[in-house]
């Protein structure tokens, strides 16, 4: 864990290893969570054709989507914190119990202001647990007299071996967005037949997305065949944009983690 910010700022990747074959990798390309291993047993999917070009959104992993959801009039779908180079602020470091955290940063810079034009800052910090990936967001407005709104959601890839869901099941292109979602869902049937838990705050919306068959052959980095084995559940505020006013800090989170059975202390249907 002694490697610096600045030597890592070279390189397109920052890995973090708890050890125990478990590791989180993220590329600096729009902060994307590209990998997360528990027990070297890989819980995301990336698609095998997915673009690592610096251009494009990289199909998979855990996408940051900043400031808008879907197609937009000003810019590229999903926003501009996808596409564009995060800056390391804090490289890997062990905490006291044995995690390891790394904290990035995104600022307004000449591309994001020829399409959106206002000052901010995110800060993202990632804490990599023995069974858990923690994700806490902070968006800052420094203006001092501009207010801006905004989209946010982290767009999970999970690894999976079939669609078939007890509350929400997947049978063809689903694109959902579920308003007003309980702060914790449990999914089923992820990765060796185990179950996951989302636990957010402040992310009122809850995503489900599965291109199927026909948008799978739509994307050039998708493979046509990959479909039945990943699922988008997304945590986020899409439904109602955040309005930031000057000066003001607008906080939410994410956990991810790997429940192993026996520990399950209560689940959480995902309501309509």
């Known amino acids: 864990m002694a490697t610096t910010a600045a ?8 890995v973090l290893d708890r050890g125990n074959n478990t590791t989180c990798t993220i590329n600096l390309h729009g902060a994307t ?39 937009w009039s000003f810019g590229p779908q999903h926003g501009f914190a996808r596409i564009t180079r995060w800056h390391l602020d804090r490289a890997p470091e062990r905490l006291h119990n044995g995690d390891v955290e790394a904290i990035f940063s995104l600022m307004d810079n000449e591309f ?10 995110i800060t993202y910090r990632l804490i990599l647990r023995e069974k858990e990936l923690h994700f806490h967001i902070g968006v800052y407005n420094p203006s001092k007299d501009l207010s801006f709104t905004f989209n946010m959601l982290l767009h999970t890839y999970l690894k999976v071996p079939d669609e078939g869901r007890e509350v929400v099941t997947v049978n063809e292109w689903t694109d959902r ?19 996951m838990r989302l636990h957010k705050y402040n992310f009122p919306d ?13 994307m050039s980095d998708f493979g046509d065949d990959e479909f039945p084995n990943m699922l988008c559940v997304e945590a986020g505020n899409v439904s109602a944009p955040v309005i930031l006013l000057p000066g003001t800090c607008f906080e939410a989170s ?13 689940k959480t249907k995902r309501n309509r």
């Open 254 to 266: 994410q956990i991810l983690q790997i429940i192993i059975e026996g520990n399950v202390s209560r």
């Open 206 to 218: 809850t995503v489900i997305w599965n291109p199927w068959i026909d948008r799978s052959r739509e």
């Open 7 to 14: 030597a890592v700022a070279a390189t397109s990747v920052v």
């Open 177 to 195: 967005i579920y308003q007003h979602t309980p702060q914790e869902h449990v999914i089923t049937n992820v990765v060796s037949g185990r179950k």
């Open 112 to 121: 994001t202001r020829s399409i959106w034009n206002y000052q901010f800052r």
């Open 33 to 71: 969570v590209v990998s997360w291993r528990v027990n070297n047993q890989e819980q995301l999917f990336v698609s095998k054709l997915a673009s690592f070009d610096g251009k494009k959104a990289i199909r998979g992993g855990i996408p940051f989507v900043f400031p808008q959801f879907g197609p």
